[in-house]
């Protein structure tokens, strides 16, 4: 039937469209990417990379002042590991690939 006004006592009466019930259940499904109430980017401490390295490298790509850089920087090398933040998957994943490029140790996580 196809999606028009009806005309009643009452006024109009909008019908409903069948296409909404007839989606596969598959497209209906959030992705991990969406459902994730954000991702977790970290930084590794490793041996190659001098800490004002680390900490130029964070200031540049994430936009962190330089206190709060350098104390991530501490973090990681201190603890093997340092979370720098939580955006949404884009965000995060831009700031992985850049901080990879200049030779950081890198990932994302989802937050659940």
Known sequence: MPLYALQSTGGAVLERPAVADKIAPSVKKESSKTKAKGWQ????????????????????????????????????????????????????????EALIQTGLVADITPME
Do not use: P
């Open 41 to 96: 980017l970290r930084i590794y401490n490793d041996s190659l990379n001098t800490r004002e390295h680390v900490a130029r490298c964070l200031v540049q790509v994430t936009g962190k002042s330089e206190s709060e850089a350098y104390q991530l920087m501490m973090s990681a090398h201190k603890h093997g590991i340092a979370v720098v933040g939580i955006w949404m998957f884009e965000q995060a994943e831009a700031y992985k």
